[in-house]
């Protein structure tokens, strides 16, 4: 199976900046999909920012121009750099890994809580 570990949450005021890690590790085969999520509490679970099968990289419009998503492939990792981040962006955190080739595998990390104060 795959485990996911993620890193890099924590208080920020608004307009700062900070990097959430998500490091995979156990049995991985290519392709996967690796992206980010988060939650507020009483809403459901909205996608941030994933990479697609071909490689390119989807983000939310709330976040577009300020969230970053990258990959270290030899380390299984992607990372999500955040910049001007605002009150409303505040939320828990999520790593998703998935794969439908050669299995089908939906693996989600146990989320980091991002709070952005005035």
């Known amino acids: 199976q795959v485990q996911l570990v993620e890193s890099g949450g924590g208080l920020v005021q608004a307009g700062g900046s900070l990097r959430l890690s998500c490091a995979a590790s156990?049995?991985?085969?290519?392709?996967?999909?690796m992206g980010w999520y988060r939650q507020v509490s009483g809403k459901e679970r909205e996608l941030i920012a994933t990479?697609?099968?071909?490689?390119?990289?989807n983000y939310a419009d709330a976040v577009k121009d300020r969230f970053t998503l990258s990959r270290d492939n030899a380390k299984n990792t992607v990372y999500l750099q955040m910049n001007s981040l605002k009150p409303e962006d505040t939320a828990v955190y999520y790593c998703?890994?998935?794969?439908?080739?050669?299995?089908?595998?939906?693996?989600w990390g146990q989320g980091t809580l991002v709070t952005v104060s005035l």
């Open positions: 998703k890994y998935s794969e439908t080739y050669y299995r089908y595998l939906e693996v």
């Open positions: 156990g049995t991985i085969f290519r392709p996967n999909i």
């Open positions: 990479f697609t099968t071909g490689g390119n990289t």
